[in-house]
Every structure is written in C-alpha cells, then in structure tokens.
C-alpha cells in the first residue's frame, strides 16, 4: 500500500513539475505588421534573457497590414503571412504562405496582440468596424486560456513623407493624441488586459536629447535606440517587471541611450496616455 502511495506522489511531482515548466514560459504571438516586427521581433528575447525569463515570440507578419486585411484573412483563413518565430532558444525562423489559424494552433499562447495599421492607429471608427470580429474568430480558435493585448503604436516623425500621415494634418502631437483617444477607446471595450504603450513610450523618448530621431524613414523605428525602447515597454507589461532593472542593452545602443529607452518604456507603463518628459 505504502509503495503504491510512494508512487502516486512520485507521479503527481513529475506532473507537477512539467507543469510547472511549461507554465513559466511566457508565449507572445502578434496579428501585425512592420510595426509588430519593431517592437517584438528585436530584443524582447533578450531582455526576457538577461532576467532568466523564458519567453516565445510570434509574429503573423504582412508588412501595412490594417485589421480590415486580417479579418478578411480570417474568413478565408488565407495563407498570406509571414510567420515568424523567435524560439525559446533565440533562434529566429520564418514560415511563408501562413494562415491566422495555423500560427494560433502552433503554440498554446499566453497573450495574442491585435494592432491596427499606422495610418489608422488614431481612428477609431476604422478599428471598431474589424476589431471585434477579429477578436471573436480568435477567442474561437485559442479558447479562454490566452489574454489579449493591444499595441498602442506610435506617432510619425514630424518630417515623416508617409501618405498616412495627412490623415493627422501632418501633425505629430494629433497622430499621437488620437493614438492616445482611440487606445483609451479600446481598452474600454473589454476585449484586452492590457494597452502596450509603446506610442507613448517613443513620445517619451522624443522628449529627450535624442529628440525626433525616433525613426529610421519617418515611420518605422530606429533600428537600435528606437526598437528597444519597444522591446522595453514590451517587457515590464508582460513580466509587470521595472525595465530599468533590467541589464541588457543592444550592442550599438550607447549607455544614454539605453537608459533614455529604459525610463521611456518604464514612465509610459506608468502613465500611458501622456507624454511624461525626460531630462536627459
């Protein structure tokens, strides 16, 4: 009797134990675009790494692609995506001609990211007419274990050529304001546990001594500097972690550099509808 007992216990702490291991890492996958690609494709990893966290990444990648696109992506269940995929390891791999249903089956996700194209990420009638319908076909496909976020993206630079940008009068402070309204809108809405502030966290940035340099083609972010500071506000909203404690800094991202990022995301955590300065 006694050994039969021994080794129910045995059994029940080995499944305890792979349970366990499985549930400590973290599964992030992003229904995006180029601006998914900045802000979770580069360093995130890292960041998780520096801090002994274990952490997947997926990206269902169509470069401008609005909400509009994935829902009729989704009703087709259309192989039209980039899916790529930074592995526990770090190692990055791309898969062509993927669907939406393929890559949300691929991995029991933790949190699933929903983001609409730059031009549109300040209108909010442009995001109620898709979300709602792409949020139901997901919860659908996943079940109830996921959370979803939403990714707050951010303003242009201010001598931005982008086409888009005449849909805000040209104006950075009106594209980051109603990126701001529109955020506020959404989270309303009940679909999401968290807002990722990136938008404010790069207006944060703007405010310091790197300035309006944010960009490395007046939308898309810097490749160093400016896609950390993604990664950054990425990284204390998933691990509800302070980035400043953080070690990691990229390679060409000088020191003032890193810390300007650090306490961008950090400060756009704290406060993600305005814009918090920073002296440095």
Known sequence: MKKTIYLFLFISLLHLQAFSSQDSILRILAIGNSFSEDAIENYLHELASASDKKI?????????????????????????????KVALD??????????????LSDENWDYI????????????NSIIESLPELVNYVRTKVGQHAQFVYHQ??????????DGFKNYERDQSKMYSAIVDASKQVRKLGYFK??????????????????DHYTRDGYHLQLDYG????????YEKLFHEDVRGNAYKPQHVSDLQATIAKRAAHLAVKRPYKVSKIKL
């Open 90 to 103: 770090g190692t990055k791999t791309t898969k062509n001609n993927s669907s939406i249903s393929e890559a």
């Open 194 to 211: 968290e807002i990722i502030p990136v938008g404010t966290a790069v207006q944060n940035a703007r405010s310091s001594s790197i300035g």
């Open 153 to 162: 993206t951010w303003a242009y630079q201010q001598d931005s050529k982008h």
């Open 113 to 124: 990211s929903f983001q609409q194209a730059s031009p549109l990420s300040g209108k909010y």
């Open 56 to 84: 997947i990444i997926g990206n269902l990648y169509i470069g401008g692609a609005p909400l509009s696109l994935h829902v009729q992506n989704a009703r087709e269940d259309a192989n039209k995506y980039s899916y790529r």
């Open 227 to 234: 896609r950390f500071t993604a990664a950054c506000t990425w």
